[in-house]
């Protein structure tokens, strides 16, 4: 998944699956990145990055065939 992201930096980065359970958090440094999903199961997933009082958040698909 490419992620870019108009929060300023530096920010951190939340992904929940379907059931609100954090599946991955770390710290960003660079307004575009990519993120692996080969290790996350087929579903719907929320990714929420946060910097001081700005924050921003997009449900996102992972399918694998």
């Given amino acids: 998944v490419r992620v870019s992201s108009l929060i300023p930096h530096p920010s951190s980065l939340s992904l929940y699956d379907a059931f609100g359970r954090l599946v991955l958090s770390q710290p960003v440094h660079t307004s575009s990145f990519v993120i692996s999903t080969s290790a996350f199961s087929s579903g719907v997933y929320v ?19």
């Fill in 47 to 65: 990714a929420r990055c946060v910097s001081g009082a700005n924050s921003a958040s997009a449900r996102f698909l992972v399918r694998h065939r």
